[in-house]
């Protein structure tokens, strides 16, 4: 039976990235359906709406959903819910994709390219899962007013029992298929939200007896991540700290041009974008690096389509690829090999 997916290239390098991860997916001869829509900024600029209505549909019946990236300073004065983010919290939510798995790998090959001492980040293999539907991004009330000649803005931070529930399964799975660890992050001395959330993951904790969990507060987290991060195996945590904590990490690794990304539903689909953004400077150049798309095409095969064959042969591609020294300049060093995004793009469908 056929399987479709749902191809947004979106703003900047998007397009540039995904032609890539697109190249190697035909490459596998799997049969997949692909088909393109707009998002973001580009979405704006057709159809006046960031995830316009068509682009809905399309990822409603798709069954998964590769995404390049979004934004960029051109859309920064459209009034908020015109602008290119509206379309990626949006389509997060449409989806109900409350869960972000964001691996932070680093390759041997790439040790030097971290600003880290090689001792520190040398075999550093974690995975931060951050709950994407909820918390302060969603919360209501919010806005911007004005009391008594002064303007306040407001912001509700908000997690159900159930909602946290929720994602603390999904990480107890996550650490169990990996190293049995898991560290639930939050800021439960400050924040009544997050002492519930802390609750909640003690209470799942008997559930799942071959893991070990341990709590952190999130300034101790952040600082953490930097000073010993391979004490980590899996951190879960809400939205806003997710996504504070997910971008730190992927510079232990050298590049966030490299971190893929996973959002899922409660039944396997997924929206794979790269962890990076648009990159707006360096868009039309032809020099992004495309890996991080193409290894979340990876995860694409592994937890959405359970092909476990196919993620391994697209992940073992750009390993060979980096041992035979191409760096895109996020990553190049001297006595590399300086590669362009399509030069990387041949050089992983070689491999495959």
């Excluded at 987290?221 to 996504?243: E, H, S, Y």
């Amino acid at each position: 039976m056929s399987k479709k997916i749902c191809i947004l290239p979106g703003d900047g390098i998007g397009p540039e990235i995904t032609a890539e991860a697109v190249r190697v997916l035909n490459a596998l001869h799997l049969g997949f359906e692909m088909e393109t829509a707009l998002l973001g900024g580009a979405a704006v600029d057709a159809a006046g709406d960031p995830y316009p209505e068509a682009t809905r549909k399309l990822a409603a019946e798709a069954d998964a959903v590769l995404l390049g990236a979004v934004g960029g300073p051109r859309w920064d004065n459209l009034p908020r819910e015109k602008r290119p983010e509206k379309g990626l919290l949006g389509i997060r939510k449409h989806l109900n994709l409350f869960a972000n798995l964001r691996p932070a790998m680093l390759y041997p090959e790439l040790a030097n390219a971290s600003t880290l001492k090689p001792e520190i980040v040398s075999g550093l293999d974690i995975l931060i899962v951050r709950e994407l539907t909820g918390d302060i991004y969603f919360g209501q009330p919010r806005g911007i007013e004005s009391h008594s000649g002064e303007r306040f803005g407001f912001n509700t931070m908000r997690y159900t029992e159930s909602e946290i529930r929720r994602i603390g399964r999904v990480a107890f799975e996550a650490a169990r298929r990996r190293h049995r660890k898991l560290c639930s992050v939050d800021k439960m001395n400050v924040l009544e939200t997050t002492q519930l959330w802390r609750d909640v993951m003690n209470e799942l904790a008997p559930e799942y007896p071959d893991v070990a969990l341990s709590h952190m507060l999130v300034d101790n987290a952040a600082m953490q991540l930097v000073r010993a991060p391979k004490q980590f195996d899996v951190i879960v945590t809400g939205n806003m700290f997710g996504d504070i904590l997910s971008d730190e990490a992927s510079m232990l690794t050298g590049s966030i041009g490299m971190l893929p990304s996973a959002s899922l539903d409660e039944n396997g689909k997924g929206l794979y974008e790269p962890s990076h953004g648009s990159a707006p400077d360096i868009s039309g150049q032809g020099v992004a690096n495309p890996l991080a798309t193409i290894l979340s095409a990876a995860l694409m095969l592994r937890y959405t389509f359970a092909l476990e064959d196919a993620a391994l042969a697209v992940e073992g591609a750009v390993k060979k690829v980096l041992a035979q020294g191409l760096r895109t300049g996020d990553i190049y060093e001297p006595g590399m090999i300086r590669a362009g995004t399509k030069q990387m793009g041949d050089a992983v469908l070689a491999a495959l």
